[in-house]
């Protein structure tokens, strides 16, 4: 079943146009990873699905319903959509317990004593259940990354976007914050993440796509962009990194 | 886990050398400190026209005579204080975030945070004392309060506003933009944004400077002596001229200065904190 739709989605700022016309369909349940140079626009894609960003051209449609028509309310979409970037996430001034109930409570209207609730669970599945009362910056930078992808989870979105979740993380780190998207999949979360960490994304992806010139070059199964990627740009990129 | 600590020789010198160094740099601290009060003492008793200020300025029985009512006085001081700053510090905050509003609708009232805060912090204050207490009751409106001493206040509150204001404002500031994008992006709406992630950040940012302005406005709570209340200025005027002598004035800024140290001791402690809690970095 489809849950996203980007349907020929066109970004420009000034005079560079780093999306030109975008197409691609995200089923439910399905891991998607988007690879590409730097530059290439994965971030702006991203931000473009959680309505970060407004689109120049196109349109994006999530179960079916157009969230880029210009009626729709933002932060109902928002509500459905989860996003992680890549660093400075969480909110120093609450402690780990507080980030992740934070829009559970205010947004979803959940009682505190559940909200909590819920939250240790998520804390306890992931291996941080200590550092419920903590405060941010008391953590290493892979744990406050577990967090803020926890607390993106705590509202349970249909579809959650991560955008080099690891890239600013020692790599002895990356590790423990690739575990949780590997276990978010076995639990059947809808994902996109953008990723330069091409091992996992062959690991754990459905299907790969590759970003170029503004456009997807290719998308395919991991196995056949990785083993025999068809075009010449993406085998070209692929023998660099 | 399994292994306990026990001290090595090494670590047990080293705590030695280190209360060494302790003992010696508070010596070092007492003589100094001894030595700059005994000079400014004695520059001080030596100068020739000390009698003379001493009798002025210093007069125990001036004092004993003019302490209870200019400490009475002073209660009103402080009682205008703990009112002003409450509704200065909703007032400011208010008026900074209506300055952080975006949307055009919000046009009008944007551009009027923007010009209040633009006249009133260029007015002086003692000006607006007079503006204000004097001009209100001259234009005889049903209503409105002719006592001096909530006009006074209301002049005080018209100034600090749009100090505090632009404290709050530039707090609000320094919150980097991702911490709004990531608060967004959970689903909290503008006003949520700013009530749960932003405002709490901005104010714990802007605590020593605000102490700062506190200090001040409960100076400037004497500048309501003009209109004519009995606070600690007005009393210490009186008895000034009634004696021909100036301790009284002595005494009122002593109370001053016994209100604004404590204060200011606070601020360097809540600053010191802060400090730590960012992990001694920037
Ligand atoms: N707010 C902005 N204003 C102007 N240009 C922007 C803005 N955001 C992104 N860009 C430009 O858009 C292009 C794509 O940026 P984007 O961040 O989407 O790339 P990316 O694929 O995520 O790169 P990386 O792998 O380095 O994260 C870049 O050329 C960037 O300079
Ligand atoms: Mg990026």
Redesign the interface.
Known sequence: MTLLTIDGVWKRYGEHDVLKGVDLTVDTHEVVCLIGASGSGKSTLLRCVNLLETVDDGAILLDDVEITDVRTDPDDVRKRIGIVFQAYNLFPHMTVLDNITLAPRKVHGVGRAQAEEQARELLTRFGLETKARDYPDRLSGGQQQRVAIIRAIATQPRLLLLDEVTSALDPTLVNEVLGVIRELKESGMTMILATHEMGFARDIADTVCFLADGVLLERGHPDQIFGAPQHPRTREFLSRT | MTTTWVKSDRQKEREKLLKAQGRRSLSAATISTVVVVGLVVFGLLASPGWPRVRETFFSWDALVTALPDVLRGFLLNVGIFLIAEPIILVLGLGVALLRGLRSPVFFPLRALAALYTDVFRGIPVILLVYLVGFGVPALQLQGVPNDPVVLGTIALILSYTSFVAEVFRSGIDSI?P??K?????????HG?TMR??VV??AV?RVVPPLLNDFASLQKDTALVAMLGPLEALRQAQIHAAESFNYTPYVTAALLFVALTVPMARFTDHLAARAAR???GAT
């Open positions: 980097h991702s911490q994008a990531a608060a967004r992006s959970l689903g909290l709406s949520k749960y992630v709490p950040q714990r809690q960012r992990g």
